[in-house]
T-cell receptor, first 115, second 116 residues
Framework: AQTVTQSQPEMSVQEAETVTLSCTYDTSESDYYLFWYKQPPSRQMILVIRQEAYKQQNATENRFSVNFQKAAKSFSLKISDSQLGDAAMYFCAYRRIQGAQKLVFGQGTRLTINP | DAGVIQSPRHEVTEMGQEVTLRCKPI?????LFWYRQTMMRGLELLIY????????DSGMPEDRFSAKMPNASFSTLKIQPSEPRDSAVYFC??????????????FGSGTRLTVV
């Protein structure tokens, strides 16, 4: 079974600085999708960024980018120029391409932004 | 589109009572998922449907839990009888398979259930 591990329960960063959230996963599949979701205090789960495993280029979305290391099964999220609105729980998630359609989530990292 | 709509947003009930959570997926989406979020266990998939048919209910914790999807625009998750350990946030999510799986899911705002 696939597993997703986020080893940092909590992180904090100064406003305008850069922070990196870690995620590792375990799978025997060669093709799959990886996601980062943000959950602010409103509880809404918001898709931040996605990565297809068959693409070597790291995905970027404005201030958010990933460092995808397929061989190491690592998928970290970098947030540049942190803003107060970035404060939230961040979840890393994995989904197979074939077979079961479910998203498997990590335990989450709570990110605090210090003004 | 209004997104995935869940009701109620909050539910407080007494142990032993029946609880029904509701979800309206995004129109046209063919997959619907029910997740439960707790501090101890994180986000767990309970069950998911494809074209209104349950595909995998292996995450349903026990027989007290049941889920239905009578049509493409409505699903329910029922707990009977409810217990304090069922207290959690329950999320519904939907997606459209033909849009490509990299699109991820769209989640509702969740229902916070408290069983006292």
């Amino acid at each position: 079974a696939q597993t997703v591990t986020q080893s940092q329960p909590e992180m904090s960063v100064q406003e305008a600085e850069t922070v990196t959230l870690s995620c590792t996963y375990d799978t025997s599949e060669s093709d799959y999708y990886l996601f980062w979701y943000k959950q602010p205090p409103s509880r809404q789960m918001i898709l931040v960024i996605r990565q297809e495993a068959y693409k070597q280029q790291n995905a970027t979305e404005n201030r958010f980018s990933v460092n995808f290391q397929k061989a190491a099964k690592s998928f970290s999220l970098k947030i540049s120029d942190s803003q107060l609105g970035d404060a939230a729980m961040y979840f890393c998630a994995y989904r197979r391409i074939q077979g079961a359609q479910k998203l498997v989530f990590g335990q989450g990292t709570r990110l605090t932004i210090n003004p | 589109d209004a997104g995935v709509i869940q009701s109620p947003r909050h539910e407080v009930t007494e142990m032993g009572q029946e609880v029904t959570l509701r979800c309206k997926p995004i129109s046209g989406h063919d997959y619907l998922f029910w997740y439960r979020q707790t501090m101890m266990r994180g986000l767990e998939l309970l069950i998911y449907f494809n074209n209104n048919v349950p595909i995998d209910d292996s995450g349903m914790p026990e027989d007290r839990f049941s889920a239905k999807m009578p049509n493409a625009s409505f699903s329910t998750l029922k707990i009977q009888p409810s217990e304090p350990r069922d207290s959690a946030v329950y999320f519904c999510a939907s997606t459209l398979s033909s849009a490509g799986w990299s699109a991820g899911y769209t989640f509702g705002s969740g229902t916070r259930l408290t069983v006292v």
